[in-house]
DNA sequence: TTGAAAGCGCTAACAT
DNA sequence: ATGTTAGCGCTTTCAA
């Protein structure tokens, strides 16, 4: 019979087992030396009353709430569901719960003492992309804080580890493929969102690759696509009505892949016959009636994963990996027009 | 200048602007009249130290964290981040901090003292679908605990409040669609994993609306999907195979009729003009290269806001409203023969 | 290996 | 309107 309401606190299971509070202590957390018969008897009494520790009890007394935070600007998928999971999963194999909190443009709320995430109720957080203004960045560094970077590098002088993806040679790789596999020399890039990070690397490979192929960037063929499926579609449009027509479109990521794709259709061009389009993340792939991808492969849950070893780490007092850089890899499909393999 | 490591608590506050500590407190919790002079002092202690109240000690002095939980079985787009956004900004907006858990069929790490969720970590949850053993819920129902379920009903004789969408009603309509404005008489129907209530009602809903047209059911149209693409695909392969070829095929949700898509058309069939195709979900809409799907919309992001709300109210004490039905909308596009308006 | 007891930082009576 | 103080339920020295 569960006993209802007024909760089981550890004093009952200590009166229970018949051993002091500090017993069960010892027991539950498993951090010091208690016999054999005694624990037996301790988990018994615990089983019996149904007994869950207070986790705000145990945060005080031990300054530690086993609680790991998220913070980001906004839940969007397809890119959220799958860091999250990586992190979700980090969490719970290390036996920390997750707190998640949007910051929804709302940098409002997140100041005074009504802070969302923080020292106050987790033992460290994870900060994806500009969920955190810099200052309190700064701030939380000061404290010592554990934190880490998801998909952002940390502002000037300050050393927070940072987990991201080789955007930029993944970008380097893609190109190279376009250039040297096929032969195409104008090739136009759709950049992300200003101050995205993903965006700039993928820029700079770009450059790299058609740098290294001598082939001078034209700048009409840069336009904004802002990792956005519509804008995407409204710059490809906008260059064919200009008469702007390149050999091969690498959309920056592979949601603007698919406006650039709907644009050329739109205008009666095929893909990849008459304008090739490659993509970055493959998050797309899973969508058969797509006509399939050439891409770049990002490691989206490892980073959520690697995020949470890396928090892990620094909670415990480890030293801290400046930068995990995780490997993103070419995946050749047929819009780039290679065969694809059946 | 903020204080570095050891952090500053509400004593220290109190010191700093010359006030008891229940005054601070007060000041904090605006939960009783301070002057507004003294109020003002204590504001500006509080900045000056940067302090920020401790989750730990609030939640064990007032019995309430301020948290609610999240439980669900997988993270799992293209359902989850929608659902995920209306609770986060459910919580966000009453001011509560969001804590979430996936079993990942590891139920057995969900038993004994080391409970993910529940009363020792939150002021009440949130379960959606599957993500919590019958047995739970009646211990926590014993308890009092606030729980609210989410796509799923309650178990026999439990009363706990449920959120979740008109399944039946929209599956009716939407079949009553393909009946009374297409005439379609031969509708198959996709059935979604075992045990899962959307599912289930939307069955329902295919048969009554045939019924209401004096349509026998024929057995042979009924096959399994599994709200999944690849089983959809099999399915409808294997109907072809056997040279089973309906009007019309309702898919159970839009996943499986993306599988039903790709395989009437790899058998050559085109949609809809040899065959009718009609999903449910609305959440693939997004995706423009699909050919336009008739389907339900599902209020997906209501669902989760209005789990919080109603979890909001049984924390505060209220009447709790056994069941919330959220309305389905029929979304005729071209799938199902209709020309679609520009 | 075990127990006693002093906090952890806050809230909420109860006084004044 | 404000202060005093007794806990909230646990962990963690310190002793034994």
Do not use: C, W
């Given at each position: 019979m569960p006993r209802a309401k007024s909760s089981v606190t550890i004093a009952d299971v200590?009166?229970?087992?018949?051993?002091?509070?500090?017993?069960?202590?010892?027991?539950?957390?498993?951090?010091?030396?208690?016999?054999?018969?005694?624990?037996?008897?301790?988990?018994?009494?615990?089983?019996?009353?149904n007994y869950r520790p207070s986790a705000a009890a145990r945060g005080l007394a031990s300054r530690r709430t086993h609680l790991i935070g998220l913070l980001a600007e906004e839940i969007s998928a397809p890119?959220?569901?799958?860091?999250?999971?990586?992190?979700?999963?980090?969490?719970?194999e290390a036996g920390l719960g997750l707190l998640i909190h949007c910051t929804q443009g709302t940098p409002a709320a997140n100041s005074g003492y009504r802070r969302p995430l923080g020292p106050h109720n987790t033992d460290g957080i994870l900060v994806f992309a500009g969920g955190l203004q810099e200052e309190e960045?700064?701030?939380?560094?000061?404290?010592?804080?554990?934190?880490?970077?998801?998909?952002?590098?940390?502002?000037?002088?300050?050393?927070i580890p940072a987990v991201t993806v080789e955007n930029k040679r993944g970008a380097r790789e893609l190109v190279r493929h376009l250039i040297e596999v096929h032969g195409y020399r104008r090739i136009a890039f759709l950049r992300g969102p200003e101050g995205h990070e993903d965006s700039y690397w993928r820029e700079q490979g770009y450059r790299e690759a058609l740098a290294a192929a001598d082939i001078p960037i034209e700048p009409q063929l840069l336009a904004y696509g802002g990792f956005d499926q519509k804008i995407a579609q409204q710059a490809v449009t906008a260059w064919l009505e200009q008469g702007v027509k390149p050999d091969a479109i690498f959309a920056?990521?592979?949601?603007?892949?698919?406006?650039?794709?709907?644009?050329?259709?739109?205008?009666?061009?095929?893909?990849?016959?008459?304008?090739?389009?490659?993509?970055?993340?493959?998050?797309?792939?899973?969508?058969?009636?797509?006509?399939?991808?050439?891409?770049v492969h990002v490691p989206i849950e490892a980073v959520g994963r690697e995020g949470v070893r890396e928090l892990v780490r620094l909670i415990a007092g480890g030293e801290p990996e400046p930068l995990t850089l995780l490997p993103t890899e070419l995946v050749i499909r047929r819009s780039c027009g290679c065969q694809e393999e059946a």
């Open positions: 200590a009166r229970e087992a018949g051993v002091s509070t500090a017993t069960v202590s010892r027991v539950i957390n498993e951090n010091a030396p208690v016999s054999a018969a005694t624990a037996m008897r301790v988990r018994a009494a615990i089983e019996r009353l890119f959220f569901a799958p860091i999250l999971r990586g992190i979700e999963k980090g969490a719970r960045l700064v701030y939380l560094t000061s404290l010592e804080f554990p934190v880490v970077l998801l998909h952002r590098s940390p502002p000037d002088s300050l050393d920056g990521d592979d949601e603007a892949a698919t406006g650039t794709i709907m644009a050329l259709q739109a205008a009666g061009l095929r893909v990849p016959e008459d304008v090739a389009v490659v993509g970055f993340d493959d998050v797309y792939l899973a969508h058969p009636l797509m006509p399939p991808l050439t891409t």
